[in-house]
């Protein structure tokens, strides 16, 4: 089929567009901003029509052939987003009803019970909807909750909650329930949306199988996350009329999420928002169940924080934007997502050249620790292994393989190697820190040959941070950093220099 996809640099459009191409689609995509499309892996793959949804030429160039559009735009962080979105919808209806559109699939947010005025946020949403239902073309307008993901703004407004408040005001929207579904799971509606039979013209509400309230998708998150238990506590008085401004201004401090973003998503949280039980029969009946089933709350949050079904951290995660995002899982933070998701990774990095072959500095680099030393100030990582040591953790010497190149999985002291890199020239190595520290933590050296001949090195420094302690330990880094390791990155050069 051909696939016209609007929102294609969004959150779901960056992670949907390759499942088309997968199924040997066609896809059009319409873009405004060329450097979002830069940061996708498929942007090769796809017929690029350059525009917005406010030019309708664009939006008929689009969907000319079309068999499918894909809907998944909205305008939610401009103040007049109800009015931008309606008129959008009309113009791609009067658009894909021209050009012939065989069907419209569109995205939108589970509607509150009967008798309830919905949030500007929802009531968008439900219009939007309407809009298609009610035009000529075929519509499968899916209506969904919270998407759990890393980049999904409503997940990432949980992250940080659970990660950066311990106590939490018992305010009344906590208690409020929703039906939280897996990106992956709404990857799979959507795709299979666009190839129902033309006798299907509803709407249809796609969940996952947990029915939970918000105070318990916070507490569930912080336990697998590995923080402790969050707590909430009474407050006497009632929350003010003004209240998801203020909720909203609490979250731009606490997190990287502009409060544009936020107020809307958080003026709907005072809806129960759970799908109603046979239209989601039906969704499941037209639409099939994701492979392996429906999502639960704990996989999907699992799988947001690189962790499989089971809770173990894989050894293929990529923090860093060495490896690209090819082959990256849906559930994982992509560069095109919004600063902060995944967990609002802090970096440092520098880079060093020297004289010396790119082939001897790669000997060097494989050399690092153990009896080598890590080309570190003295006694720097020795007092960090220390400190481990007394925090019960594994400490900073165990040693490491001799005697052939690293592989994947080694034990570098409190290090392991979790990436390799051998491409045309580049080589990298990614560690990440076993150490107790309160997040994540990753060194990547990376060796390149500079223009003169000799060798480039850049090391970088990830660190992901798990709760107030996580973000304490990273304010300590940003100090640390220039300090310890701009001093390992020259080293490793001159070791280099000194290979045989």
Do not use: N
């Amino acid at each position: 089929m051909r696939c016209a996809v609007i929102g294609s640099t969004g959150y779901l459009g960056t992670r949907l567009v390759p499942r088309l191409l997968a199924r040997g689609d066609e896809v059009a995509v319409l873009v405004r901003s060329p450097r979002k499309l830069a940061l996708t892996t498929w942007a090769d793959a796809v017929d690029v029509v350059p525009g917005s949804l406010e030019e309708p030429d664009a939006v008929a160039h689009l969907v000319a052939g079309a068999d499918v559009v894909v809907h998944l735009a909205h305008a939610l962080e401009q103040s007049d987003f109800p009015e931008r979105d309606r008129a959008a919808a009309r113009t791609v209806v009067g658009a894909a009803t021209a050009a012939g559109v065989g069907r419209l699939v569109y995205l939108g947010g589970l509607r509150p019970p009967s008798g309830t005025a919905a949030s500007r946020h929802l009531a968008s949403r439900a219009e939007v909807a309407d809009v298609f239902l009610a035009s000529p073309i075929p519509t499968a307008a899916l209506e969904a909750s919270i998407v759990v993901g890393s980049g999904s703004a409503s997940f990432e407004m949980i992250r940080y909650l659970a990660e950066r408040v311990p106590v939490l005001p018992a305010i009344p929207w906590l208690a409020h329930r929703t039906q939280p579904i897996a990106v992956d799971d709404v990857l799979h509606a959507l795709v299979a949306a666009t190839v129902l039979p033309p006798e299907v013209d509803r709407r249809l509400d796609v969940g996952g199988p947990d029915v939970l309230t918000y105070l318990d998708l916070i507490q569930r998150y912080a336990r697998l996350a590995g923080l402790p238990q969050r707590v909430a506590v009474p407050v006497p008085l009632p929350v003010p009329p003004g209240g998801p401004v203020v909720a909203a201004m609490a979250m731009e401090l606490l997190s990287p999420l502009p409060r544009s973003l936020v107020t809307p998503l958080i003026e709907s949280l005072r809806h129960e928002l759970v799908c109603d039980p046979d239209s989601l029969a039906d969704a499941r009946r037209l639409l099939g169940d994701p492979p392996g089933g429906p999502t639960t709350y704990g996989a999907a949050v699992r799988a947001a924080l690189g962790r499989r079904r089971d809770g173990v951290d894989p050894a293929d995660r990529d923090p860093t934007p060495v490896l690209g995002q090819a082959g990256r899982p849906a559930a994982l933070a992509l560069p095109s997502d919004p600063i902060g998701s995944g967990g609002a990774t802090w970096r440092w990095s520098t880079t060093v050249q020297g004289p010396a072959a790119p082939d001897r500095v790669w000997a060097a680099v494989q050399r690092i620790g153990g009896d080598t030393g890590w080309y570190a100030p003295p006694g720097v990582f020795g007092a960090l292994g220390w400190a481990d040591q007394l925090l019960g953790g594994v400490g900073g010497y165990r040693g490491r393989p001799y005697g052939r190149d690293l592989v994947v999985g080694d034990v570098i002291d409190g290090w392991r190697v979790e990436g390799l890199v051998h491409d045309d020239g580049l080589r990298s190595l990614r560690l990440r820190a076993d150490l107790k520290v309160p997040g994540r933590l990753w060194l990547t050296f990376t060796v390149r040959p500079d223009d003169g001949g000799g060798a480039a090195v850049t090391l970088e420094v990830a660190f992901a941070p798990s709760g107030l302690a996580g973000v304490a330990y990273g304010a300590g880094l940003r100090i640390g950093a220039p300090l310890v390791f701009g001093p390992m990155a020259r080293g490793a050069l001159r070791a280099g220099e000194r290979e045989p």
